[in-house]
């Protein structure tokens, strides 16, 4: 798959798609999140999605996280996320680590 095509294509799946450094910075957010967000690739990219969590959210979400991290085990948690127009509404975050050809986890990927 070329990388137009597959950006088409992750662009067009009805989820908040997203990927992240093992050090939870993201990556990637693709346009259904970003759109959600009202935030611009820009303003997301790195640590600035977490200005859409819910702030009473945040703590507990970046936690699961970090204690998921090392072990590379799939995740998944609650939390409210900002729409557009500065309505929280609640969301499942799920993630599975990304491996390489020897199993060591490269990066992670996920849908709210």
Not at 41 to 51: K, N, R
Not at 62 to 82: I, Y
Request: negative net charge; glycine residues 8%; proline residues 4%.
């Amino acid at each position: 798959m070329n990388t137009e095509f597959s950006r088409a294509f992750v662009d067009a799946l009805p989820e908040l798609v997203w990927t992240a450094r093992l050090d939870g910075h993201a990556d990637f957010l693709n346009r259904r999140w970003l759109d959600y967000s009202g935030l611009s690739e820009d303003e997301a990219i790195g640590l600035g999605w977490q200005t859409v969590v819910h702030p009473e959210d945040l703590p507990q979400l970046l936690e699961r996280w970090l204690s998921r991290l090392e072990p590379g085990r799939s995740q998944q948690a609650e939390a409210r996320l900002r729409r557009f127009d500065g309505v929280y509404r609640w969301f499942q975050f799920r993630s599975n680590p990304v491996t390489d050809a020897t199993g060591r986890v490269v990066k992670w990927c996920g849908i709210i």
